[in-house]
């Protein structure tokens, strides 16, 4: 059974950082596109980072900068770190994977920036 946990959501104040863990099992994240995405009330989800099998990363405008993806081997388990977080990165946040397997996507972490 494959399942994406996502932990690491808060309430943080504008300039502030956090971290967002994506628990892997069942797949071998390596091994599929990895993504996170976010979805504010009322809007669109959107992605905002993937990271794909060799490295390969890209950014949605307006992140690019300031989150950072990356992957943990060992753990299997994908982070997002960002930084100067702002008011219109309050969203929840969802982690996906997309293989040869199918789509997964987890539950998400509600990320909220306001003072």
């Known amino acids: 059974q494959v399942q994406l946990v996502e932990s690491g959501g808060a309430l943080v104040q504008p300039g502030g950082s956090l971290r967002l863990s994506c628990a892997v099992s069942?797949?071998?994240?390596?091994?599929?596109?990895m993504g996170w995405f976010r979805q504010a009330p009322g809007k669109q989800r959107e992605r905002v980072a993937a990271?794909?099998?060799?490295?390969?990363?890209t950014y949605k405008d307006g992140v690019r900068g300031r989150f950072f993806i990356s992957g943990d081997n060992t753990g299997n388990t994908v982070y997002l770190q960002m930084d100067r977080l702002q008011p219109d990165d309050t969203a929840v946040y969802y982690c996906?994977?997309?293989?040869?397997?199918?789509?997964?996507w987890g539950q998400g972490t509600q990320v909220t920036v306001s003072s």
């Open positions: 996906n994977a997309v293989g040869e397997q199918g789509t997964y």
């Open positions: 069942g797949i071998i994240f390596h091994n599929y596109d």
């Open positions: 990271i794909f099998p060799g490295g390969f990363s």
